[in-house]
């Protein structure tokens, strides 16, 4: 495929990690007994261990004497300070440091280890490798000229922040400033109303921001995992605002934030409450039908929601889907997932029937270590070794209020990893119904991120395969929540697209072609033409049957 990396290059930071990992989780014991796998085997093949010791010890003498043996990967930006290259103690470090890196991996991939323990061991050795950077340590040349520049106060502030995170945040540093953000004043501000409530969600309704609205309104609906207003930040970045703003009648749920009382809230409570604000949408605005569209696990509920109303004969109430980085097909190749044996399902699902909830900081630390230099070591240094205050991003703010999923919804995504089940007509039961989404015969809208390590883009290429009717995809150059919020105006943005759909991922890769800017045009087009004809603006939010109630973003997004 294009842009691989050359064979020799050196790995980047530990990006094993996905969705999967998230909602099983990962056992320390797990990890323990790869090392001790390890360790065994080295043992067992001493002269291989051997060899490869003395390979490493040759490389360093080398780089004792000055030799540069090995090249920083350019995007690996822990060592872009020039005093990794100019600095001769700092150069020898680094060296030593890559060359036990190789070396290790070599010894890994040359060992008479079977290859699911190999790759095992390089997701294990890749995360231990990450977190012994020397860029973590106090030495750091950055934390160390900011030690001299503030005169010592650098190192007060670290420890400062160091207790506070151990005392209030898990043990991980800090990734966001909270103080720079407020639900409601700076996030999720754009003007609307809650216009019906159930037990597992709000529905809010937005008012109009354009002259004329297009009779089939839009229901947008969050993943169960994150609050809502990802679809609703700053002005800059609201996909809320950018439909508004193009003449489509936007509503979109708010998914209550679930405790121990709510263990039993599966799957089909989730598609059942849905159904229910569609349909108030629906009388709302006064049309038969709308348009849905789902991110992430968003994405997999109205697809059991379509199926579901597919076996009722009721399908003609939706008109057309938008997914966006939505798994449908659940299969994804992950070192990590070898650890999910049978014993580790059950012991996830057993965890969360005695807790009533998969609790949010629990899966936030797992995605926190999909991608450790970037969420957890780049905030060690900046945090602890400069004594700096994490910055005010509005994205990570938002990762960071974290929510949780009951019992039953997460047995029931975990029995989505364990059998993907949408792949075969009847796999899936919602709602007493049977799911056959070939049977789904509308027009789908799906959108993966090049660099997704949360749902890899080519299993979200295969989940929109799934789906009948007329099928388009389109493949951004960003990652999991940069391809949701990609608007118009970025310089970087680009993406690919091919009118056709070949069964393999790669097929489709090198025939599709590329396009500089943002997708959401593309996007807009389409919907627009599946949104009616257009007319003057709803005089009122709500309706004498679904009165407005609390103003936007409403109570549920604020439960912690």
Known sequence: ??????????????????????????????????????????????????????????????????????????????????????????????????????????????????????????????????????????????????????????????????????????????????????????????????????????????????????????????????????????????????????????????????????????????????????DACRAITASKDVNLLGACAGGLTIAALQGHLQAKRQLRKVASATYMVSLLDSQIDSPAMLFADEQTLEAAKRRSYQRGVLDGRDMARVFAWMRPNDLIWNYWVNNYLLGKQPPAFDILYWNNDCTRLPAALHGDLLDFFKYNPLTHPGGLEVCGTPIDLQKVSLDSFSVAGINDHITPWDSVYRSALLLGGSRRFILSNSGHIQSILNPPGNPKASFLESPKLSGDPRAWYHDAQKHEGSWWPQWLAWIQQRSGEQRQPLSALGSPRYPAMEAAPGTYVHVR
């Open 1 to 278: 495929m294009r842009d691989k990396p050359s064979t020799g290059a050196l790995p980047l930071p530990a990006t094993f990690m996905n969705a999967q990992n998230a909602v099983v989780g990962l056992r320390g014991r797990d990890l323990l007994s790869t090392l001790r796998t390890l360790a065994l085997q080295g043992i067992k093949q001493p002269v291989h261990s051997a060899r490869h010791a003395l390979a490493l010890g040759g490389q360093l003498g080398r780089v004792l004497l000055g030799d540069t043996l090995h090249k920083v990967n350019p995007q690996d930006a822990r060592f872009a300070d020039p005093t990794w290259q100019l600095n001769p103690f700092y150069r020898r470090g680094l060296q030593a440091y890559l060359s036990w890196q190789k070396q290790l991996g070599s010894w890994i991939d040359e060992s008479s280890l079977p290859a699911d323990d190999r790759a095992r061991a390089r997701f294990v050795t890749t995360l231990l490798g990450d977190a012994l950077a020397p860029s973590n340590s106090p030495l750091n040349p950055l934390a160390v000229k900011e030690l001299l520049n503030s005169g010592g106060a650098s190192l007060f502030k670290g420890l400062g922040q160091l207790l506070d995170d151990l005392l209030h945040n898990d043990g991980l540093p800090s990734q966001v400033s909270k103080q720079a953000f407020e639900v409601g004043h700076n996030l999720a501000a754009t003007p609307g109303a809650v216009v019906f409530r159930n037990e597992l969600l709000e529905l809010i309704q937005y008012q109009p921001m354009s002259e004329k609205q297009y009779q089939r309104p839009l229901l947008i609906v969050p993943p169960q995992i994150n609050k809502y207003y990802i679809f609703d930040l700053s002005n800059d970045k609201s996909f809320v605002q950018y439909t508004l703003k193009n003449g489509l009648q936007c509503f979109i749920v708010s998914w209550r934030n679930p405790d121990a009382r709510h263990r039993e809230w599966g799957l089909s409570s989730y598609v059942q409450a849905l159904e229910e604000a569609m």
